[in-house]
């Protein structure tokens, strides 16, 4: 079981808690709008990493102070774009260049704990991408000005948001917000498909979205969200396939001490107590999928 | 022409009646709050089998008793999570245990009628997948309390809902239900996109889904709408392969005798009249697919 | 750099004109509910495909007269359905057909630039299929009455809508509309969004996507909005695959004039000015996917 000490990671750019079973990690970059940078890229990255194998955590939420300028409002481009450029790529041609929110946005999916994104504040471009869109659920202040503003910089739609945001609300809506780099607020009907609680205050966000995690971490198991998870992203190419899928994942919890735990508790009548660990308690069978190896190849450990 | 007599086929958890083009199948459990049991899955598999192969069946519903405790309180787990598991692939291990959920939900899809859930009462788990996400259209009871309790129970959500859910509203939608077991009413915005109809009492379900049933039975062309359910199910992998696809299949729908039928009843402003059967009346191209084989081996006859 | 005098190209049931970036097709076939004929598939078609290489084009916007009966009543069937029928794939049976809406929908979806559907009247059949689905943005009348009704002409939902109706709001809805044949107007639960805006009275559709036309062609970047419809179009088959693909764009964009253009603009606090032009500034790599030639082999140049 991995147990890190996140304060012993020299985190500059955002601050982590763990309190209970829910981690959480503020943006720490409020003066500067919590811009993104290569540095925080390398930070997210990192601690979803080790929140997907530390066993005391069942819910990450990525939030900002609700005091700053905004959530996140993009990439950091007072040195213009370049400033996600790796210079081992950048020698190499455009094949070579790994995208910085593409790299946390995958980060974030291969995280098989609940994770959320607590949005108190104004968001732009990787602040919309990166920063909402991998997450299970976002939590949103209905004040924020939101806004995929790509195409109107000349760039594209980045950090897999193409990918995402089409299966999260459809091509109707994506398109009308993809393609126009509008800004609209959490009720427009573009865009408020994607939120699961919209909140008057900016305050109220995080409070909100913990509450939720914690009532999240103490009755879920983490082994069946692990599995759910993996479901929805790799749901098979066919139903029959998905049907044989289910099928194990289903027999596999089934058969655990949470599936047993699960029935229990309901012929108890009272509330579970699941207590299985992802690092003890899954499948060598999952996961199922195959992944691409998407790194730089000189970036390579 | 396959005319089954649904009263020969000895069924014992299910009620099937058979109403000119529209059959109508009420699950007979209401004491135990219609729990799926190895013999309901076997039955409704059996009665939606028959029903693809019934010429004169045009639409299928399936529902309740509006009295019922429940439309379908999920699985009966009075005896643990084995009850579904088929002893011949007790023995041989996780990968060989097939979902009867699952099995519900590939014999609906399987099904080239309309097919309609009338839920008429409160729903959870097989309740809330096989029960209703196979189907064509849903009909709810505004009052009905409806949960994917799956990851509250140290089980995983079956019955090849991380499939159809996500197609049915998108991820963000399905990410709100499954992954929080939470309990909804029709009306919440998580869920509300999934109903075709919400209708104010118990009692006003069925009647509604009877009364669109007879509409579009005498209305629509059954080889139209097997085909239109294939193109829908099977798109294509691409929008040429796609095109393809639909170009073909019109062009037998124009050269068919319902197809003349259409052309006919326009011109003349009247209702058309099909009577094209699938039995007879279906390109050998149908299906244009392939479908994995899912039965377990030894389960094959 | 392809500049095409749409004047000279003989066009009898279309209407086109070039208002600086902003070309505009009119359906010309008011007195017959502008029905499609195979004389419009072919010059709807050659249009877009024209518009798609001309580099003073940003947008281009499908529309009709508002006083026309209706946008469009569907396929003109006034002598059967065989009025599509391509003579050389009548001779050869059902897999040589090619469906003309379908030709429309391919040639839309193929035009790199943006694409809006005013439909200021009742729609139809194709009216509703390759008239409106494969647009990127749809602006219509509220009063419209809107129908897919295939299965009530025996005949089956073609124009690949079987494939783009589900991706733009879901199979729940698509079921809805598809599979009923059920007449709504927009503001339907079942096709509300489909649209990008619904606009009170018939005159004012146009003028409402002609505004938001004009504002997207002097503030996005041309070569941009190719990458985006590239990439929501053709995303990869997983996110890691789509992560390669977004990473390679942004990476072109942000080393292109529009790109460069983008950041200054921004820090300037004044709108961007992008000047790059689709034939000169793609990469090589574009189109990154693979196309099925779905051209009937005899029909081929």
Redesign the interface.
């Known amino acids: 079981m991995s147990s890190p000490d996140y304060r012993a990671q020299g985190l500059k750019d955002i601050i982590v808690t763990l309190d209970g079973a829910i981690l959480t990690i503020v943006l720490n970059r409020a003066k500067d709008r919590n811009t993104l940078t290569e540095n925080i890229v390398d930070e997210t990255t990192k601690v979803f990493d080790l929140a997907d194998r530390d066993d005391r955590v069942r819910v990450v939420i990525l939030t900002a102070e609700h005091t700053a300028p905004a959530y996140c409002s993009g990439a950091d481009?007072s040195g213009?774009?370049?400033v996600l450029w790796r210079p081992e790529a950048e020698k190499e041609g455009?094949?070579a260049?790994?995208?910085g929110g593409?790299?946390v946005?995958?980060a974030i999916?291969r995280c098989r704990k609940?994770t959320i994104a607590a949005i108190n504040g104004h968001a732009a471009g990787v602040g919309m991408t990166a920063f909402q869109l991998p997450f299970?659920?976002r939590f949103v202040w209905a004040g924020a000005k939101l806004t995929f503003p790509?195409?109107?910089?000349?760039?594209?739609?980045?950090?897999?948001?193409?990918?995402?945001l089409?299966?999260?609300?459809?091509?109707?809506?994506?398109?009308?917000l993809?393609?126009?780099?509008a800004t609209v607020t959490p009720e427009s009907?573009y865009i408020?498909?994607?939120?699961?609680q919209i909140l008057p205050t900016r305050e109220g966000v995080y409070p909100a979205a913990k509450a939720f995690a914690e009532e999240?971490a103490a009755?879920?198991?983490m082994?069946?969200?692990a599995?759910?998870?993996g479901?929805?992203?790799h749901?098979?190419s066919?139903?029959?396939?998905?049907?044989?899928l289910?099928?194990?994942?289903?027999?596999?919890?089934?058969?655990?001490?949470?599936?047993?735990?699960?029935?229990l508790a309901?012929?108890e009548r009272r509330l579970?107590k699941?207590r299985?660990k992802l690092s003890e308690n899954v499948?060598p069978?999952y996961p199922w999928w195959r992944?691409?190896d998407?790194r730089h190849r000189q970036s390579k450990l």
């Open positions: 481009i213009g774009w370049k455009e094949h260049h790994r995208d593409g790299e946005s995958l999916m609940i299970d659920f790509f195409v109107r910089r000349g760039i594209v739609p980045e950090a897999t948001s193409t990918y995402l089409p299966r999260l609300i459809g091509h109707s809506r994506a398109n009308s993809l393609l126009t780099g009907p408020k498909d994607l939120y699961h999240l009755n879920t198991s082994v069946s969200i599995y759910a998870k479901l929805l992203q749901p098979g066919s139903i029959e396939e998905n049907h044989l289910d099928s194990r994942a289903i027999k596999l919890g089934a058969m655990s001490n949470d599936g047993k735990e699960g029935v309901f012929k579970p699941f299985d499948s069978w992944t691409i998407v």
